[in-house]
Nanobody
Framework: QVQLVESGGGLVQAGGSLRLSCAASGNIFSIVSMGWYRQAPGSRRELVETLTSGGITNYADSVKGRFIISRDNAQITVYLEMNNLKPEDTALYYC?????????????WGQGTQVTVSS
């Protein structure tokens, strides 16, 4: 059983910053990638930023230059530093973990942490 526990969401004014954390625990092997997605009301879940085990980041154009992802491999924790937040960043942010290899991959999601940016 794999668990992802997110923290760090909250209410912030536009232009402010927040730092999200996601700690993974359980039977985790061969991490492929770890990162963040978000879903605003009435919208589909979308990629924010992910980090592969090889150090490659994938991110949405809307967060380029504002959000920074990092990972503590020893703690199996991923962080998302969010700067210059905008009202359109308001969403439920989900942690995502993909493990496995070429033939089998498993994907896990956290429960989500709310980020609200006021104008």
């Amino acid at each position: 059983q794999v668990q992802l526990v997110e923290s760090g969401g909250g209410l912030v004014q536009a232009g402010g910053s927040l730092r999200l954390s996601c700690a993974a625990s359980g039977n985790i092997f061969s991490i492929v990638s770890m990162g963040w997605y978000r879903q605003a009301p009435g919208s589909r879940r979308e990629l924010v930023e992910t980090l592969t085990s090889g150090g490659i980041t994938n991110y949405a154009d809307s967060v380029k230059g504002r959000f920074i992802i990092s990972r503590d491999n020893a703690q199996i924790t991923v962080y998302l530093e969010m700067n210059n937040l905008k009202p359109e960043d308001t969403a439920l942010y989900y942690c995502n973990l993909i493990v496995g290899g070429p033939k089998l991959r498993l994907e896990y999601w956290g429960q989500g942490t709310q980020v609200t940016v006021s104008s």
